[in-house]
């Protein structure tokens, strides 16, 4: 298959592809810094300056998400991202596809 | 007539007679139906290798002649077995596609009739249930005290911390609508259980949000008797905040 793609294609699906990466990492700082703040180790200012920086950090990927037209792409990274872990799970947890979901009424024992 | 060439499948039928049905199907060529001992292959001769595009339109294309196909059959005999988009039989062995695929009727002849036999005069039906949390969230927010406490203590906080419990109550409030929707799967699951003859749980789709799909359902039902899932649909319907999509009826493929 011909893969055309002009420059400006290239930026934003690298571009899109790399905020999508930081977007998951601050995420990730999101759920650190919850647990922290749950388990009673930080004092509230330092809640306050972690909660402060992670703001900042929202509000800086929002800005360059605008400012190179990459919101579309960023999010269609991180569907696409969300469907492949999915299936992960899904092929770990269920690799013939014989989950009770697929069974039928009759197959359940269940009358109708 | 049929030598090197493969068969391209559509479906199989119960019948005696192999009137051609007088259509084109993927190939231009005329779909035939191969009777075997009172079963019937809807089938097109063709090249002896897999359906292959890289062009998704052709692809989708050649899926709307293949369901377009199975559908005329499914008049005609009433009863199909339809199979998915791309099976091709190829000559082996020394032996042609139609040889082959009268042994392999023959060799299935018990388990093809039983199948056939249980979807006799049935009909596969899509059901869809959407959801929008929006509307169904305020509800979930009014009886919930550890939201309303929450809520309440951000109001009260500095802004970093603030802004750390309200993705604390996002947190709470997504665990919350999941609760929520599948409570609301399984209440509807047994619904509409009670009005078809079997269910297969599908995997739902992304919708434009703030809309989500809770519940992708393909249901075999005898095509004369399905009022009353309609009318079951109908009620679901009518819960605020919830959008049903019924579609139908098809050929059962997800029952073949």
Redesign the interface.
């Known amino acids: 298959?011909k893969l055309e793609m002009n420059d400006k294609d290239l930026k934003q699906g690298l571009f899109g592809l790399v905020l999508a990466i930081v977007e998951v990492i601050r995420d990730t700082l999101?759920i650190q810094?919850?647990k922290r703040?749950?388990g009673g180790s930080l004092t509230?200012d330092e809640?306050?300056?972690?909660?402060?920086?992670?703001?900042e950090l929202d509000k800086a990927i929002e800005h360059l998400k605008e400012e190179q037209g990459v919101t579309e792409a960023v999010r269609s990274v991180r569907?696409g991202l969300d469907d492949w872990v999915d299936s992960m799970v899904q092929g770990l947890t269920d690799p013939y596809g014989i989950a009770p979901?697929?069974q039928?009424?009759?197959e359940k024992g269940?009358c109708? | 007539m049929m030598t090197d060439k493969g068969l391209y499948i559509y479906c199989l039928a119960q019948g005696n007679q192999e009137e051609p049905l007088e259509l084109r199907g993927l190939g231009g060529q005329p779909v035939m139906a191969l009777l075997h001992r009172g079963l019937i292959a809807v089938v097109e001769e063709c090249e002896a290798k897999s359906i292959q595009s890289?062009d998704q339109k052709v692809l989708a294309d050649g899926l709307l002649i293949h369901q377009s196909v199975v559908d005329i059959a499914w008049e005609r005999y009433e009863t199909v077995l339809p199979f998915s988009f791309g099976m091709v039989i190829r000559p082996m062995d020394g032996k042609t596609a139609g040889e082959n695929l009268k042994g392999w009727m023959e060799r299935e002849s018990e388990e093809l009739r039983g199948k056939l036999m249980r979807l006799k005069s049935k009909a596969e039906y899509g059901v869809q249930v959407i959801w929008d949390p929006t509307i169904v969230l305020p509800k979930i927010r009014h009886n919930d005290k550890e939201i309303q406490d929450l809520e309440k203590e951000i109001q009260s906080k500095?802004?970093?911390?603030?802004?750390?419990l309200e993705?604390?109550l996002a947190?709470i409030i997504k665990k919350r609508l999941e609760e929520a929707a599948n409570v609301y799967f399984k209440d509807f699951y047994q619904r509409i259980?009670?009005?078809?003859?079997?269910?297969?749980?599908e995997k739902v789709r992304?919708e434009n949000p703030p809309k989500q799909m809770i519940m992708n359902l393909s249901c075999l039902q005898e095509k004369d008797e399905v009022v009353l899932l309609g009318r079951e649909l109908e009620k679901i319907g009518k819960i605020q905040g919830f959008d049903v999509r019924f579609t139908g009826p098809w050929p059962p493929y997800s029952?073949a």
């Open positions: 298959m999101r810094a919850l703040m749950e509230e809640i306050n300056r972690l909660g402060v920086t992670l703001m569907e979901s697929r039928t009424n009759k269940i109708t | 890289e500095p802004k970093g911390v603030a802004y750390l993705r604390k947190e259980r009670n009005c078809v003859e079997e269910i297969h749980v992304r029952f």
